[in-house]
């Protein structure tokens, strides 16, 4: 008789798969834990940087000129995972949130065009879970990271008559956390990082009051991440840059109408290039890549609750096209103080 065939094994975890290969590589659990951060670092960079409109709202509370015409702060936070493709394919599965303020040291224009040059300075976190290949399977649950970012930046923003504007930001990151896996091995996280954004929208009047603003953003960042040690290996990250593309539209009530609130609806496509962060486990290297394509859809509003003061928010959602799976809730409330 023919014997029935063996079994499948058991997950050792709720969404692990057993890796199917001719040879199959036996990484240790610490591998994936550790390939997480750089790609993490990326993701919290991105989050700590936000949006022209995540950061100020709306265009049109930056007419004022003049010294300090305002100051401005927001709170930011994302739930969900992310998954990036590569060596161990490591995942985070988590939560982020963070704050940031800014101040605008100078206003200035003539003939409807509004400069703005200002300071910011925020903070932010990241905590949750990490999965990735392992003994044998991939999605194996194998540790938890604790990511912390200190940023500080400048930015220059111009409006134009008819409210199209650009938006330059140069921001600096100091990085401090640990991922620790489920073995109770870690290493502690320290480095250095430097984004700098640019984007630009230009609103068409639709008519009945809307507005419809296609926008474009890339952004740029450098990580550099000091090299570390467990018991087993020693552990050096490579410096690795990543754009980012964004290409979004914005639906908006007309900003120089009458509503003191004013909604609005966006969707974007965010293009992350191919990027390779590499670190090497005793000289092994590992790499995850950040490339892929996600959609965001979300709507917010804007309101004056006083000539002086404004505030915004906005909720959306963010989920991949292409490349590996990215399912992310973010939320965000913003206030500006005209001086």
Avoid: C
Wanted: aromatic fraction near 8%; avoid cysteine; hydrophobic fraction near 40%.
């Amino acid at each position: 008789p023919v014997p029935p065939p063996a079994p499948e094994p058991e997950p050792p975890t709720p969404e692990a798969t057993p890796v199917e290969a001719d040879v199959v590589p036996l990484y240790r659990i610490e591998t994936p834990t550790y390939a997480v951060v750089p790609p993490a670092a990326h993701m919290l960079m991105a989050a700590s940087l936000g949006t022209f409109h995540e950061r100020r709202g709306e265009q049109d509370l930056l007419r004022d000129g003049g010294p300090l015409p305002s100051s401005w702060a927001r709170a930011f936070g994302q739930g969900g995972d992310r998954k990036w493709a590569g060596t161990v394919a490591p995942t985070f599965d988590g939560d982020l949130s963070g704050y940031q303020i800014g101040q605008d040291l100078a206003g200035w224009g003539r003939d409807g065009h509004a400069n703005r040059l200002g300071v910011l300075l925020g903070q932010s976190r990241m905590r949750g879970d990490v999965r990735g290949q392992a003994l044998g399977w991939n999605d194996l649950d194998v540790g938890t990271l604790r990511l912390e970012n200190d940023s500080l930046g400048a930015y220059w923003t111009h409006v134009g008559p008819s409210g199209w504007y650009l938006d330059g930001v140069v921001m600096v990151s100091r990085f401090d956390g640990r991922a620790v896996s489920s073995a109770d091995m870690g290493i502690e996280i320290e480095g250095d990082g430097v984004t700098a954004s640019f984007e630009g929208g230009y609103p068409i009047a639709m008519g009945a009051g809307w507005s419809l603003e296609p926008q474009a953003q890339v952004v740029w960042n450098r990580l550099s991440l000091d090299d570390q040690a467990d018991l087993f290996a020693t552990v050096v990250f490579d410096a690795e840059e990543a754009v980012t593309g964004r290409l979004g539209l914005r639906l908006q009530r007309d900003p120089t109408g009458a509503d003191r609130v004013r909604p609005y609806l966006k969707a974007n496509l965010w293009r992350d290039f191919g990027s390779d962060q590499t670190l090497a486990l005793n000289g092994d290297e590992v790499v995850s890549d950040l490339k892929g394509t996600s959609v965001e859809v979300g709507g917010g509003v804007v309101a004056n609750l006083t000539s002086a003061v404004s505030v915004h928010a906005v909720v959306d959602y963010t989920a991949n096209v292409d490349g590996e799976r990215r399912r992310i809730v973010e939320g965000s409330v913003g206030l500006t103080v005209r001086w």
